[in-house]
């Protein structure tokens, strides 16, 4: 049965350069050893989707948490931060990074925590998902969901602080499911085949599932491009995987049934 109860409020952590910013979180009531997950909201911000997510999480038997990736932009509603963060060319990586490792070590230091954490990423945030992966130590499983920009064929634009996931994916350590839409542009499905290809080469854990019909963002249920068939098997793919690498007590049981 799903956990019921549950406690879901906004929250301060120390994130990059130990920057006090916002995180939005949420954890079951009645289990003494939940699983973390970082949730890495998507480029259009930390909006009442991402909460839901956190809050669907509370509800499987995990500790969620989403820190607030523009809250060093200024005060705001969501789309104005996002609009910000996009016209000063996107956040830079090492603060992303910053700011989940904060969100990680906030979990873990809950009493509830049972210290395995998972991370999941949505658009933009799939892609920090994947980079995540590579360079932030105890991410027990990891998650993206058309993380764009991962293997880009255009490297014109990238600097010191916005790189190639790709590049790094030799340092992978942690277990990757990759969630894509088959008619997303970004990543395209000839991206996709890159990223797969690599992770092949270098004999990553890993598995993809790929949607026909489905485009970028078909999760999000307030969107144009929800596809509620797609995004309910892949739901379950994600819980499937948490539950083999994280051990949910729900989806642990689930996996083993």
């Not at 406690?7 to 120390?14: F, G, N, P, S, V």
């Given at each position: 049965?799903p956990?019921?109860?549950q ?8 994130g990059?350069?130990?920057d006090?910013?916002e995180?939005?979180?949420a954890?079951p ?10 949730v ?12 839901e997510?956190c ?6 038997g995990?500790?969620?948490?989403s820190?607030h ?17 996009r016209?000063?060319?996107g956040?830079?990586?090492d ?12 979990l873990?230091?809950?009493?509830y925590?049972s210290?395995k ?6 658009c ?11 360079r ?7 998650v993206d969901?058309?993380?764009g ?31 894509f839409?088959n008619?997303?542009q ?19 854990s890993?598995?993809f599932h ?14 144009v491009?929800?596809?509620?068939q ?8 994600v ?5 083999r ?7 642990a049981?689930?996996v083993?049934?």
């Open positions: 049965m956990y019921e109860g406690l879901a409020e906004t929250t301060m952590i120390h990059h350069n130990g006090l910013i995180a939005y979180y954890h009531l009645g289990t003494a050893s939940a699983p973390g997950v970082v890495i909201h998507h480029a259009p911000g930390w909006d009442e989707w991402i909460r997510v809050r669907k999480f509370a509800q499987h995990y500790a969620a948490i820190p990736l523009y809250h060093r932009l200024g005060p705001g509603a969501p789309d104005d931060l996002a609009a910000k963060g016209a000063s060319g956040n830079p990586d603060q992303v990074m910053g700011d989940v490792e904060g969100a990680m070590n906030w873990r230091e809950q009493t925590c210290g954490i998972g991370v999941i990423g949505f933009s945030g799939g892609r920090q998902t994947y980079l995540a992966a590579s932030l130590s105890g991410v027990d499983a990891a969901c058309w993380g920009s991962v293997d880009p064929l255009d490297r014109s634009q990238l600097h010191e602080q916005r790189v190639a996931p790709i590049d790094f994916t030799e340092n992978i350590t942690a277990p990757l499911l990759g969630i839409g008619d997303d970004n990543p395209n499905p000839d991206e996709v085949n890159r990223i797969e290809a690599r992770l092949n080469a270098l004999a990553k890993y598995e790929r949607y026909d019909g489905a485009g970028h963002g078909f999760f999000n249920v307030a969107g491009a929800y596809r509620p797609q995004a309910t098997d892949a739901w379950q793919k819980f499937a995987w948490y539950g690498y994280l051990a949910s007590p729900l989806e049981a689930a083993a049934g």
